[in-house]
């Protein structure tokens, strides 16, 4: 294959263009640390929102942190109203907290966008304009005070809430116009959640439309492999590629990613003794940025994952799936028989969340009109409160 050109976008150079995608309670300075020891790109905190950074919540502080060694560092952002992301924004520059910020526009979760948030924000074509252009606004403006060059703002988003109301054409557009430094697509609907094949075609149609501007496309959606994100590349002509779920339990992902990118061949995935390493080293990795309570009761939700395709027992998943402490944990992985190889299968299967097809909850007539009204924004910022804090 053929090596992947860098991708050259508001002032970063990822010459691995792969963005570890922001997860909630999965990207936090010890998984991400776990995938730059692994390979190459940019990773991407988790998702924090502009309110409670505003407020400066203890929590989102801590989520908005980075390792000394960590750079370039990427924040994703959520907020529903322009003067609070605004804020949120300045904040991140004039603190020297990032080096780049993406803006969450694609959550799917019911408790955000039944109060016309996430996902169902970028049908309001003109609160999603204000909301991406007060944030481009205020990076520049507080990067010039600074002397320092504009931040990057970006954008995810998906195909819109389902088949028939699908926005992402215009509000990449939109996105585009304001300034934004590329435009990340996942290539599923709200409606789809995570369920069912990702639309690559839908990738293909927004770099066409988005060519004219010189934005970048990144696409998001069913990366699994190295190859799979090769061919998406090819296929679509998107500048580079977002990865979440492929990369659940399997943090080498990224060197092999790195690999297909540079046109090597991709190494095998580790056999049993060597994920059994992997999974101590999250747990560490977790213990020293929690407390080992808190770092092992967070690990327990990875264990599934990195054990995906091998043969462990029922008690002993169990058991792994209640640990307290590093000790505890070394007693069990000790017993797991490390004599196994990677299952191909299993590197290629669906993981994390995989829940499909079912109406997106929105507030009453939210898609009677693309305009928001003021009753609407009333409701709307019930939807970061609902996630206040992170």
């Not at 293909?204 to 496309?217: E, W």
């Not at 944990?329 to 969340?353: C, F, K, N, T």
Request: glycine residues 10%; hydrophobic residues 40%; negative net charge.
């Amino acid at each position: 294959m053929p090596a992947v050109a860098p991708l050259i976008a508001g002032g970063l150079t990822l010459n691995t263009p792969v963005v570890l995608a922001p997860m909630a309670g999965i990207t936090n300075r010890a998984f991400r640390r776990l995938c730059r020891e692994s390979g190459a790109g940019l990773y991407v905190s988790e998702m924090i929102t502009s309110r409670a950074l505003v407020e400066r919540n203890e929590n989102t502080l801590v989520m908005a942190s980075f390792e000394p060694d960590e750079s370039p560092r990427s924040v994703q952002l959520y907020g529903v109203d322009p003067g609070t992301v605004a804020a949120a924004v300045r904040i991140l520059v004039s603190e020297d907290r990032a080096d780049h910020i993406d803006l969450n526009m694609g959550c799917p979760v019911p408790k955000v966008t039944r109060k016309g948030g996430g996902a169902a924000l970028p049908w309001k074509r003109d609160l999603f304009a204000d909301l991406i252009g007060a944030a481009v606004t205020a990076s520049r403006e507080e990067s010039a005070k600074r002397g320092i060059e504009p931040l990057p703002v970006t954008v995810k988003m998906r195909m819109g809430i389902d088949d028939e109301h699908l926005t992402y054409l215009d509000a990449g557009r939109i996105a585009a116009n304001a300034g934004v430094a590329w435009v990340a697509l996942h290539a599923r609907t709200a409606s789809q959640l995570y369920g069912g094949q990702a639309d690559w075609s839908a990738i293909s149609r927004l770099v066409d439309h988005l060519a004219p501007t010189g934005v970048p496309v990144l696409g998001n959606g069913d990366i699994w492999t190295g190859h799979d994100a090769v061919s998406m590349i090819q296929q679509t002509g998107c500048a580079g590629v977002v990865v979440g779920r492929g990369c659940l339990g399997r943090p080498w992902l990224f060197g092999q990613l790195a690999q297909a990118m540079r046109g090597e061949p991709i190494a095998c995935d580790p056999n049993l003794a060597e994920v059994v390493v992997v999974m101590r080293r999250h747990a560490e990795l977790l213990s020293d940025l929690y407390g080992e309570d808190k770092g092992c009761r967070d690990f327990r939700k990875h264990v599934a994952w990195y054990l995906k395709g091998f043969s462990v027992g029922s008690t002993l998943r169990r058991e792994l799936g209640l640990t307290t402490s590093l000790a505890e944990l070394d007693g069990l992985l000790s017993q797991i028989d490390i004599d196994q190889e990677y299952s191909v299968e299993a590197a290629q299967r669906p993981r994390g969340r995989t829940s499909g097809q079912r109406a997106v909850s929105l507030p009453d007539g939210w898609l009677n009109s693309q305009a928001i009204a003021s009753s609407e924004s009333e409701i709307l910022q019930e939807a970061e409160l609902s996630v206040s804090g992170g």
